[in-house]
């Protein structure tokens, strides 16, 4: 095949008053289809942005023997797909935005196929729609993604704004429609997608509520009907073709007009397109009839063009591609910089340069010359500057570097020249240039590459399968790895997963090599992929690769590899996880084989526990029995037994809690069980008969409330039965019987035998209850190291000190001096200070 | 607002009025597998409700499973996390406040605070750069370890280039070190928390001391609402005074007061209009500082009449001949004394633990007697408790194995003789002797370096390791001579703040060369550790 051929033709035409755009036809391609009859009687849609064309021939043939054919083109006409249309009658064709083929049928549905002619899904329109059958459609896109608009056969409209998320809505009526509309559109404006629609001279905006009349402002008298319109490729402008063949362009919101111009050509055109570059001051449309083309612009003249084949518009961001049986172009507003430098007898300083460079080429003084007079007006890197913009929008290589090596030549005269824009458009052209090759054919111009972003085109050359291409563009324009090459290798092993002719070890082994390297690979979406094949193995092949367990587990359970995903999920430490497996098997195996499967998993068993604490206490008890775990047996059984109101049940749990406490041989736990048994039956029995509330108490709460109400036998007995021991008894005594102040009762008992404890506690004890009196009785029985603290605290300095001095005792004495008030005990003081002298000598 | 209220899982099912998030006015504070009621509201025609779930720190699957489960999942209009890991509490402490994270992990085997710590760790190392160095004792350091490298696999390519901020991180188990946060704290600040207790950087006091000292105002009445009082280093005196050992605070307050007066005296010395000037221009501050002196002196008055009284005196006794090794092997006449008058039970098992700790196990008829005394005297109910202290290591019998606490006690010199409390020289200061272990391991980490304790490291529970991380070439730190070391420390189970205080205190110590930054799964003392570890049946009646 040939590769593309290149030529430009420059029309000008001046008029008196008004500068007409200069526009130019760049030739893209040479088609490399083969089509017998050209674009005739064919549905051909082609997606902006330099993207695939897709063809129907023959669509309204209904007959099964004569199938339409659906073929699907790259821009440069070479073959990508090609298959026979089975489905219902089609109604128009379309892309997404991620190069998705859309086919509307009459009934309304709509066939979703990749650009390699794969079928992906389907989805309809709606009852109404598949009832009153499709009239017309147009396929659109906003802000939200790719929508399709429906006039239905009851001359109502349906729109979906966003086909991966399909909301529809039923527009209002027209009023006063009789048939087909003479023409509409989509618009999108106030973030929400409108249809405008002509009824004769009437003009309509529907939105979701309302069917709003409007004019257009200066729409000349001579109309009696709009006939055609077109939305520019950013919804910010609108063009209406008359009846009287005159074009009235203006903003969409229809409250200023721009220009108007007429065609002098009154039939119906066959399509028309905005033309029109971001920012270019003045408005320009394209309108086509059967092999003629008119450019309209500012300017009363137009300019235009032959056609000699069958050919349909593609409007583009920055101009307006036409497709014909045999060739691909682009016609475009000449772009500022361009204009500028290649304007016959320019004296810009963009074109002084390129004159520059051509004379030092030739080894010729004149480029001083040149170079000097930019230099004079202090215009060089304005120069630089618009040579390199210039060759951004040259398509052919050969000017492009002429431009850049004259803006490279104007760098060397010109300290602090900021590098950044030269080197970034280098480096855009190469990638450029090498997406528009013949082979590829997505014919970008640099505004749309920019508008588009590197990131979008490297999907789009995934989507085409150009992985090697598309790693080269990352590796070149240093694409961080993670949304760069290793999304490339992704896209690359996904398909790889899918060839069905390869064994999954040679698979798993050539993605494993190929990917080991890359960082950020997400190896869990490729095993999906894999899944979905019918590759189970290959996709558990694959997940060995993937190192984020959390990733593994819900393909995995998927996948109904559960001990796996379970061992996974304990692996990556995120107990949710863990638990959304434990769950699961819960749910998906008997009741043994769970248990089991746990067994072998302490962490998910402890984790599942948990759970059942509080949960499933019955699962609780099974599990522990599984495991003979007798202590925790008894310590759910303790539990239990306080959940029981009535005290035998209590009491029955407590010896079932005895008996497993016995099993795993912890006789103190079994013991102090059994006595915790002992005293509810002692307390209720007590209960009973006086009448005192004691079920619950502790042992020493019993013994202090039976103590409190003089029932001394019955705590006698509860410390022998119990073997309380001594100590705290009479602590427990002690403190009662100074609360209840029965001081009798407690100098009896005092006396009953020698007090293990010291009588020290009762000296303070006493004072504490503010008895000095029998405080005092105490002080003689305290041994002979406590006598200070217990002479102290009864307040008794004199016999204080007489103890502190026999004991020759240094720190006890200082503790009596510290007391010692200097007014009162000044005789006792200096006593002590001499005793101490001694002691220290000692 | 009407909460739907929920023990466990989500406390609170907030109502908004409009449709802002920030309506949402209490979210949940930690989400387990508890979802326990769910009260459903009568429909309101006239005012429509929108339920909205924040999970904090985490999503999670198995509280949304449930609540489908329960049929309500689709009542929320929003259903969103907020990863709420490290929450930072000073210049140098972070913590995740996970309550219950010592009693998860030892306990119930339930390791997901550790989960939520190493990807808390993520963070912060995609903040601040990849730490080289990770060193770690004990289980769950080891665990967390683990997770970390793991984790910087899966996000293989995605770092962040940043010049690393920590040299080192030290991960340590609370179980390698029981002995700490038992004893009393000394230090102003562990003070103030053993008594009052500190949660979330505000400690609620007995108004009494601080009630407005001005006459003339007619106003008798004595606050009865409890002062509440920020406690952070953004306050000058409280950042000078919070680490000392309590002795050294009524030195600094007096000097601190002296200070004050002689700049409010200042006053009479300024002539010119400048000067009176300058003077004013620094009064707020003087005003702030006077009144933040007033407070910290009440604080410290109330404080001193608990640490004057005889109780707090013996009590503290008989920690610290526990801590040197007296008498560790027989039932302690001070506890059984305590046990007879049924002082609060928490004081006892602190102790019990204490002494247990301090022998490496008690003999068992020492330890049967002590369960014996507590379940006759505070209600069999706590026989629970006991087996939780029991199961965790705070309590346990003596086994064959010889005692190993002195050896570990003289390696890693716990004890000091005669610390010095008003100019401390080493961090025993913080337990006025004790040098607390934890602070020891990491003290011996930065120098000489863990060979030279290998023998105790190996008495000590769990594995000690040392994993170092891959920096990208060009981010290593070229250390400037004089330039400080940064270690992080992470307290897996809690921290105490005497260790804090002890940490902080090795940052200042001259040459020392290394800087500490402090993180932990909860701030704890003795009482609110123990506490997490207590079982209570009853609490569980409907």
């Given at each position: 095949m040939t590769p593309a051929l290149s030529k430009s033709e420059r029309i000008v035409s001046r008029t008196n008053d008004y500068t007409c755009n200069e526009m130019r036809k760049i030739e893209l391609y040479e088609m490399g289809w083969n089509l017998k009859d050209g674009l005739r009687e064919c549905l051909v849609a082609a997606a902006p942005y330099g993207g695939p064309i897709s063809l129907l021939k023959g669509h309204n043939r209904r007959s099964p023997s004569a199938r339409p054919q659906l073929e699907i083109y790259s821009s440069s006409g070479l073959p990508l797909a090609s298959f026979p249309w089975k489905s219902g009658v089609v109604k128009q064709l379309g892309w997404t935005v991620s190069d998705d083929l859309l086919c509307v049928q009459e009934d309304g549905t709509v066939l979703v196929y990749d650009l390699l002619g794969g079928f992906k899904r389907h989805f309809s329109m709606g009852n109404e729609v598949s009832q009153s059958q499709v009239l017309e459609t147009k396929i659109f896109h906003s802000p939200y993604g790719t929508g399709v608009a429906i006039l239905t056969g009851a001359l109502r409209f349906t729109l979906a704004t966003n086909i991966d998320d399909i909301k529809l809505r039923r527009l209002p009526e027209v009023p006063?429609?009789?048939?087909?509309?003479?023409c509409w559109a989509v618009l999108t404006q106030d973030r929400q997608s409108k249809v405008l629609v002509a009824n004769g001279s009437h003009l309509f905006i529907l939105d979701n509520t309302a069917c709003t009349p409007v004019t257009p402002p200066g729409l000349s008298p001579q109309a009696s009907s709009i006939v055609h319109m077109c939305v520019s490729f950013s919804y910010k402008y609108l063009a209406l073709l008359t009846d009287s063949g005159h074009v009235w362009m203006g903003t969409s919101n229809l409250k200023e007009k721009l220009s108007e111009v007429d065609t002098k050509i009154k039939t119906p055109p066959k399509q028309m397109a905005w033309c029109r570059r971001p920012k270019s001051q003045q408005p320009s449309a394209v309108v086509m009839w059967d092999g003629l083309l008119i450019v309209v612009g500012e300017c009363k003249e137009t300019i235009q063009y032959h056609l000699d084949d069958d050919s349909i518009l593609v409007p583009e961001l920055d101009g307006v591609r036409i497709i014909s049986g045999t060739h691909h172009e682009l016609l475009q507003e000449v772009p500022g910089a361009c204009e500028e430098i290649f304007k016959i007898a320019s004296m810009a300083p963009g074109a002084l340069l390129l004159e520059a460079h051509k004379e030092y080429e030739k080894e010729s003084q004149k480029a001083d010359e040149y170079l000097r007079e930019i230099k004079e007006q202090s215009l060089l890197s304005e120069a630089v500057r618009q040579c390199v913009e210039a060759a951004g929008h040259e398509h052919e290589p050969e000017t492009q570097k002429t431009l850049l090596r004259a803006a490279s030549f104007g760098k060397c005269f010109l300290s602090n020249f900021p590098p950044e824009q030269f080197v970034s458009m280098c480096r855009d052209l190469r990638v450029l240039n090498a997406v528009r090759d013949y082979t590829v054919g997505i014919p970008l111009t640099h505004t749309q590459f920019k508008q588009m972003t590197v990131q979008v085109l490297i999907d789009r050359l995934v989507y085409r399968k150009l992985y090697p291409l598309a790693i080269e563009i990352c590796r070149y324009l240093k694409t961080p790895e993670y949304q760069g090459v290793s999304r490339v290798l992704k896209h690359w092993a996904c398909y790889k997963v899918q060839q069905k002719e390869e064994s999954d070890e040679v698979i798993a082994k050539a993605v494993s090599v190929k990917l080991a390297d890359a960082a950020g690979i997400f190896y869990s979406e490729i095993a999906t992929k894999a899944y979905e094949s019918g590759r189970t193995e290959l996709a558990i092949k694959l997940l060995e690769f993937e190192p984020r367990s959390g990733e593994q587990v819900p393909l995995l359970l998927k996948m109904k590899k559960s001990p796996l995903a379970l061992s996974k999920a304990i692996e990556s430490g995120d107990t949710d996880l863990v638990y959304t497996v434990v769950m699961y098997l819960k749910n998906e195996l008997n009741r043994g084989d769970f248990f089991m499967m746990l067994r072998n998993q302490p962490v998910a068993l402890s984790l599942y526990k948990q759970f059942c604490k509080h949960q499933e206490q019955d699962t609780l008890k099974d599990l522990f029995n599984q495991d003979d775990d007798h202590e925790e047996l008894g310590n759910l059984y303790v539990k239990a037994s306080y959940k029981e109101q009535r005290l035998e049940a209590r009491i029955a749990l407590l010896q079932s809690a005895v008996d497993e406490y016995y099993k795993a041989k912890n006789e103190f736990s079994a013991k102090t069980t059994e006595d915790e048994m002992r005293l509810l039956r002692f307390q209720r029995k007590l209960e009973e008969e006086k009448?005192?509330?004691?079920?619950?108490?502790?042992l020493h709460d019993t013994m202090t409330t039976l103590l409190s109400v003089g029932l001394h036998k019955h705590a006698e007995q509860l410390y022998k039965d119990f073997r309380v021991p001594d100590k705290r008894f009479w602590w427990l005594k002690l403190k009662s019987l100074a609360e209840k102040e029965d001081w009798e009762e407690l100098e009896k008992f005092g006396k009953s035998k020698k007090s293990p404890i010291g009588y020290l506690p009762f000296v303070e004890v006493c004072i504490k209850h503010h008895n000095k009196y029998e405080a005092k009785k105490y002080v003689s029985k305290v041994t002979p190291e406590q006598k200070v603290k217990a002479h102290l605290a009864v307040g008794d300095m004199e016999g204080a000190a007489e103890a502190a001095i026999e004991r020759r005792n240094e720190s006890e004495i200082s503790t009596v001096l510290s007391r010692c008030s200097a007014t009162t005990d000044h005789l006792l003081m200096e006593r002590l200070n001499r005793a101490k002298a001694t002691a220290v000598k000692k | 607002a009407r909460t739907v209220r929920e023990p466990g899982a989500f406390r609170h099912l907030t109502r908004r009025s409009s449709s802002r998030l920030k309506e949402l006015r209490r979210i949940t504070k930690r989400c387990s597998v508890r979802i326990e009621c769910i009260v459903s509201l009568p429909e309101d025609k006239l005012q429509p409700r929108d339920f909205h779930i924040l999970f904090v720190p985490r999503r999670s699957l198995l509280c949304e499973q449930r609540l489908k489960e329960k049929g309500v999942l689709n009542s929320f209009t929003n259903i969103d996390e907020y990863i709420l890991d490290l929450i930072p509490y000073d210049g140098d402490l972070l913590s995740m406040e996970s309550e219950s994270s010592f009693r998860e992990c030892y306990?119930?085997?339930?390791?997901t605070s550790l989960y939520h710590a190493a990807k808390g760790l993520m963070t912060l190392q995609a903040l601040y750069?990849?730490?080289?160095q990770i060193f770690g004792k004990g289980e769950c350091a080891r665990h967390v370890a683990n997770m970390m490298l793991r984790m910087k696999r899966e996000f293989a390519g995605s770092q962040t280039q940043i010049l690393p901020v920590f040299d080192t991180l030290l991960l340590l188990d609370r179980n390698v070190d029981l002995l700490t946060p038992l004893a009393t704290q000394l230090t102003y600040e562990g003070l103030i928390d053993e008594i009052f207790g500190i949660t979330n950087g505000y400690v609620k006091l007995p108004p009494e001391k601080f009630a407005q000292k001005k006459q003339g105002e007619g106003g008798k009445e004595l606050p009865t609402e409890p002062k509440k009082l920020q406690l952070n280093s953004a306050e000058e005196l409280y950042a000078e005074i919070r680490d000392k050992n309590f002795n050294a605070v009524g030195a600094a307050l007096s000097k601190k007061a002296k200070i004050i007066s002689a700049a409010f005296e200042e006053r009479h010395n300024a002539k010119t209009v400048g000067e009176i000037k300058q003077f004013v221009s620094q009064l707020p501050h003087m005003q702030a500082a006077r009144s933040s002196l007033a407070n910290h002196t009440s604080i410290a008055e109330l404080i001193k009449d608990i640490t004057t009284s005889e109780d707090f005196f013996d009590s503290l006794t008989v920690e610290q001949e526990f801590m040197t090794g007296v008498d560790t092997d027989k039932v302690s006449t001070y506890i059984e004394d305590c046990i007879a008058q049924k002082d609060p039970l928490i004081k006892i098992l602190r102790l019990v633990c204490m002494q247990s700790v301090c022998n490496n196990g008690l003999k068992q008829k020492v330890l049967d007697y002590y369960k014996k005394e507590i379940l006759q005297t505070y209600g069999y109910k706590h026989i629970l408790t006991l087996k939780n202290l029991e199961r965790v290591g705070l309590l346990k019998p003596q086994s064959t194995m010889r005692n190993n606490y002195p050896t570990i006690r003289k390696t890693l010199k716990?004890?000091?003789?005669?610390?010095?409390?008003?100019?401390?020289?080493?961090?025993s200061y913080v337990y006025s002797g004790y040098a607390p272990l934890s602070v020891r391991l990491t003290q011996v980490l930065a120098r000489p370096g863990w060979r030279s304790i290998e023998e105790v490291l190996k008495m000590l529970p769990g594995p000690h390791f040392e994993e170092r991380q891959q920096v990208p070439t060009g981010l290593h730190k070229k250390r400037q001579p004089g330039e400080n070391r940064t270690i992080l420390v992470f307290f897996l189970g809690g921290v105490t703040y005497a260790e804090i205080a002890a940490l902080r205190f090795l940052s200042n110590m001259e040459d020392s060369g290394t800087e500490y930054i402090i993180a932990a799964t909860k701030l704890i003392n003795g009482t609110s550790w123990i506490k997490s570890l207590m079982d209570s049946p009853e609490e569980n009646l409907p």
């Open positions: 006063g429609l009789q048939g087909a509309p003479s009448g005192e509330l004691l079920v619950g108490f502790s | 306990l119930e085997n339930d390791q750069g990849t730490i080289p716990l004890w000091m003789e005669d610390a010095n409390e008003q100019n401390p020289n080493d961090i």
